[in-house]
Nanobody
C-alpha cells in the first residue's frame, strides 16, 4: 500500500523557521516527482514546491521562492521542506504528494494521485 506520511508541522512566530518531512513507502518512487502543497481555510489547495526524481529539478511558487527550500534524499523516498522567514499567510495544512515524472505538470494539483494526510503549520505571534 502506497503511503506518504508528513511530519514537522507546528506553531511558529512570524519570521521563524520550520522544517517539514515526508516519507513515502509501499512503492517505488525513483521515477516520481514529489511535492508539497498547502491549503488554507476557505482556499483552494495550491502548489508550494516540487522536486523531480533527478534530485535537481525543483519548482517553487513565486511567493515562497527564496524563503522555502525543497530537498530529497538520495534514496528518493524522503523529501523535506525547509521554511524560513515565515509569514502569517503561510498558515495552512501542508500536504505531501507524488506523481510520475512524465505525467502532467509539477504545479498542478490534478497531476498528483498519491497524497499524505497533511500537517498543520500555523504562523502567528
Amino acid at each position: 500500500q502506497v503511503q506518504l506520511v508528513e511530519s514537522g508541522g507546528g506553531l511558529v512566530q512570524p519570521g521563524g523557521s520550520l522544517r517539514l518531512s515526508c516519507t513515502a513507502s509501499g512503492g517505488a518512487f525513483d521515477t516520481f516527482t514529489m511535492a508539497w502543497f498547502r491549503q488554507a481555510p476557505g482556499k483552494e489547495r495550491e502548489n508550494v514546491a516540487a522536486i523531480a526524481s533527478d534530485l535537481y529539478s525543483t519548482y517553487y511558487r513565486p511567493t515562497v521562492r527564496g524563503r522555502f527550500t525543497i530537498s530529497r534524499n538520495s534514496n528518493k523516498n524522503t523529501i523535506s521542506l525547509q521554511m524560513s522567514s515565515l509569514k502569517p499567510e503561510d498558515t495552512a495544512v501542508y500536504y505531501c504528494a507524488a506523481k510520475p515524472d512524465a505525467f502532467g505538470s509539477p504545479y498542478d494539483t490534478w497531476s498528483y494521485r498519491t497524497w499524505g494526510q497533511g500537517t498543520q503549520v500555523t504562523v502567528s505571534s
